[in-house]
């Protein structure tokens, strides 16, 4: 995936209100990259032009060479607010963008429970999401995006409504997921404002500017895995981007 020189205003009463200027990367397997930012630096509208939910005022997304679309089934998204259907089954919320894909039924239901499975939900297939805790939901929100077996999974703050150890938990599982070659996605985009929890889980970091979000840095995350946030490395990566930004 190609970011080419994205930039993003919104206009209210004719003035011009810029939120994101000449953001660019490049995406490719096996990368999982964070972009970090403080709040109102335009992650969450990145993500959505990324995904093709939002048009950019100038540049374009590429995905595989092509402009992306909303309706591309390559690329799922997992939201901060999970994002899930109140009145439909835990299996039925999975199942969803099978659902849009056309997918037959026995196919879905399968597909769906080899995910529910791998983020650690059997049992709970026919549960409602009011029945869950915030970590569980947020498993099925993974699980979802997971079961249309895209090349890019993007995550917006995925974390950050969850408790301190569950959040902590589910970071170490996607870590896990993302480690085993026989699931899906090819590559991993998450945008956070947490600088520890991009240092912790990215190759490669990306950092934003406070409004308008331009691209302070893109810096290699080159700590051994599973990392420690108690070794000197690890902090001094924090401490790093913590000055670029303010
Ligand atoms: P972040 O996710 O980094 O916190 P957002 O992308 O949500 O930032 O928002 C960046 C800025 O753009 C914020 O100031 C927000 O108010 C503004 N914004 C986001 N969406 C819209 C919209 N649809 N119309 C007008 N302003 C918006
Ligand atoms: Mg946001």
């Known amino acids: 995936m ?4 994205v930039a993003k205003s919104f206009f209210e009463n004719g003035k011009e209100f810029k939120v994101l200027d000449l953001v660019r990367f490049d995406l490719s397997e096996r990368d999982f990259v964070c972009v970090v930012g403080p709040s ?10 990324i995904v093709g ?3 950019p005022t100038a540049g374009e997304v590429l995905f595989e060479g092509e402009p992306i679309r909303a309706d591309n089934p390559q690329v799922a998204m997992v939201f901060q607010s999970f994002a899930l259907f109140p009145w439909l089954s835990v299996e039925q919320n999975v199942e969803l963008g099978l659902e849009a894909k056309g997918t037959p039924l026995e196919e879905r239901r399968k597909i769906a429970r080899k995910f529910i499975d791998a983020v650690g939900l059997t049992g709970f297939e026919d549960a409602f999401p009011r029945e869950l805790s915030g970590g569980m939901k947020q498993r099925v929100g993974i699980a979802r995006a997971l079961a249309i077996e895209p090349l890019l999974l993007c995550m917006d703050e995925p974390f950050s409504s969850l408790d301190p150890l569950t959040a902590q938990n589910l970071r170490d599982e996607i870590l896990q997921l993302w480690t085993n ?7 991993v985009l998450m945008v956070t404002h947490a600088i520890e ?13 406070s409004r308008p979000g331009r691209m302070i840095a893109e810096l290699e995350i080159d700590l051994p895995r599973p990392r420690n946030r108690k070794e000197p490395e690890f902090y001094g990566w924090v401490d790093e981007i913590y000055s670029l930004i303010v």
């Open 197 to 209: 929890e991009a240092v912790y889980m990215a190759d490669r970091v990306i950092v934003l500017s």
């Open 2 to 5: 190609q970011v080419k020189d």
């Open 53 to 55: 939910l939002e048009k």
């Open 181 to 187: 070659p026989d699931l899906p996605p090819k590559a």
């Open 40 to 49: 109102g630096s335009g992650k969450s509208t990145l993500l959505r032009i």
